[in-house]
């Protein structure tokens, strides 16, 4: 088990694949198909173009 342990640490697949593992899982956002019909809704008060042009916008320049 010692050899595995030395050929992950100085190959370069390891570090690769958990790059790629964090693009996949930054890039995931499931509660995006369910927040514009959330924001709609009678309780928020929001319309459609609110939503679209200015919360949205903001939303996704926060995650940098």
Do not use: H
């Amino acid at each position: 088990m010692d050899c595995w342990k030395e050929a992950v640490g100085r190959s370069w697949i390891y570090p690769m694949l958990i790059i790629c593992a964090n693009g996949f899982f930054s890039t995931m956002r499931p509660s995006e198909y369910f927040l514009t019909p959330y924001l709609t809704g009678p309780d928020k008060n929001l319309t459609i173009e609110e939503v679209t042009n200015q919360i949205l916008p903001v939303w996704t320049y926060s995650y940098l």
